[in-house]
């Protein structure tokens, strides 16, 4: 890859200060897909002896150097790269879609999206909530218990919320359900 690096050393003493740069172009049309800039990738060993050897290098065949290149392999990776702690081979190790190993993290948050809680620790019979009753808040046995009132479904209330909207805001025009989409 190609970068910029410097060093500065404060006037007055003290250790120097190193920096550096990747270099990024336009992605290459293979890649661009995942993000619109790439690392500038030197081709071969003549280019990165070049690319060092700044000095002797004019500026024009410099930026010839650093333009998208096709040489870039990649694969789907485990979430465990998202983790900024894991260091492991495993972070670059292919995986197949669909057959990733859940994590204990997952699974939980995979059983609160599906129940709206996450699942107790523990053994215990896992039952199905009940079905509540249109239009009732008593338990679908019919014993007469009060429960508290079903939870709302994904979306529920913001389309109650524009239907009341619309019932209340019949003729205004700043009711939610009236507002019209400007471009």
Known sequence: MAGIFDRWTPPEGGEPLYTYSVITVDAAPATAWIHHRMPAVLNGE???RDWLEHGRVPLNKAVELIQP???LTFHPVSTIVNNSRNKS????????????????????MSAWLQKGKPAKQG???KRPPPTP???SHLSPQGGGEK???????????????????AKEGEGDEKSPAKKKKTI
């Open 69 to 71: 290149r096709e040489c």
């Open 147 to 165: 429960r508290p009132p079903p939870t709302p479904q994904p979306g529920f209330l913001l389309t109650s919320w524009l239907k009341r909207g």
């Open 89 to 108: 081979a495993e972070c670059v190790a292919p995986v197949v879609i669909g057959q990733e190993k859940p994590t204990a993290s997952s699974k939980m």
């Open 133 to 135: 009753q249109p239009g």
């Open 123 to 125: 053994g215990g019979e």
């Open 46 to 48: 003549a280019a990165v």
